[in-house]
């Protein structure tokens, strides 16, 4: 199949968080290391939800589809903008941790943000995605209106006709 498949944004989550971990652990900062500080325990935590959240996500959408449900258009589409944003944000995240070190070519975190910024454009761009979404939500709210509105215009009309 053409495209990026559903476990590609899964990847680079785990690896990041191995990356942050790993160097909250060893490194010092002042007379402590990372892992004591109560932020950097946020952010690792923070990112392991959002790559869990991820991931059953996406075993879900897979699921449905396995089991033949035809209509998971709108499940798609959400997983796949909640994907591309939480991976950028654990991308940014384990930056934030390592420090300049992030950006060093020879650690390849630098690598995944960049190829993490275009995923949120590959497979349709997670804008045009939101729209899709909203639009799906408003035609359904729009169908319900309109059935209230011809069962009101029917009650008028025997109100009307009860009056003559």
Not at 47 to 52: P, V
Not at 90 to 116: H, N, P, S, Y
Not at 142 to 154: E, F, V, W
Request: net charge positive.
């Amino acid at each position: 199949s053409s495209g990026i498949n559903a476990e590609w944004p899964l990847r680079p989550g785990k690896m990041l968080i191995e990356k942050a971990t790993d160097h909250a652990n060893s490194r010092k900062q002042f007379v402590s290391k990372l892992r004591e500080y109560k932020s950097i325990q946020e952010k690792i935590a923070k990112m392991n939800l959002l790559c869990y959240a991820n991931e059953s996500m996406a075993y879900m959408l897979c699921g449905n589809m396995d089991k033949g449900v035809k209509e998971y258009q709108i499940e798609a589409a959400i997983s796949k903008i909640f994907a591309s944003q939480s991976a950028w944000e654990v991308c940014d995240e384990t930056i934030q941790i390592l420090g300049g070190a992030g950006f060093m070519k020879d650690v390849g975190i630098e690598r995944w943000m960049r190829d993490l910024r275009i995923f949120r454009i590959f497979e349709g761009t997670n804008d045009i995605l939101k729209l899709f979404i909203a639009l799906n939500g408003v035609q359904d709210v729009g169908n319900k209106l309109k059935k209230m509105q011809k069962r009101k215009k029917y009650r008028l009309r025997l109100c009307v006709d009860t009056t003559a």
